[in-house]
Nanobody, 122 residues
Framework: QVQLVESGGGLVQAGGSLRLSCAASGRTFSSRGWFRQAPGKEREFVAAISWSGGRIYYADSVKGRFTISRDNAKNTVYLQMNSLKPEDTAVYYC?????????????????WGQGTQVTVSS
């Protein structure tokens, strides 16, 4: 059974940092990604990384503040979030696909975690 389990969310003040983790079980995935959904808004792309880490994509809104990485030995992907802003408040979802380059579209990802809440207070 394939599972993606996120952890690391929480409440943080603006300017603070959080590190999200997403552990996969059941199989390995070529591409891993992070998406987020704020209340009343559609799910949006945050970051994605290929198997080797040679291709990394970020949404413009998080460039320079967030860093995606992966540890293939642990089948885990991370999202280091620095300089957090209140507008980063959302439920963060990790996603995975067997495609070599998953890209930035949610439609290309086959597996999703349950989500973890990130709340940034002003």
């Amino acid at each position: 059974q394939v599972q993606l389990v996120e952890s690391g969310g929480g409440l943080v003040q603006a300017g603070g940092s959080l590190r999200l983790s997403c552990a996969a079980s059941g199989r390995t995935f070529s591409s891993r990604g992070w998406f987020r959904q704020a209340p009343g808004k559609e799910r949006e792309f945050v970051a994605a990384i290929s198997w080797s880490g040679g291709r990394i994509y970020y949404a413009d809104s998080v460039k320079g503040r967030f860093t995606i990485s992966r540890d293939n030995a642990k089948n885990t992907v991370y999202l280091q979030m620095n300089s957090l802003k209140p507008e980063d408040t959302a439920v963060y979802y990790c996603a995975a696909t067997g495609l070599v380059h998953g890209g930035t579209s949610a439609e290309t990802y086959d597996y999703w975690g349950q989500g973890t809440q990130v709340t940034v207070s002003s």
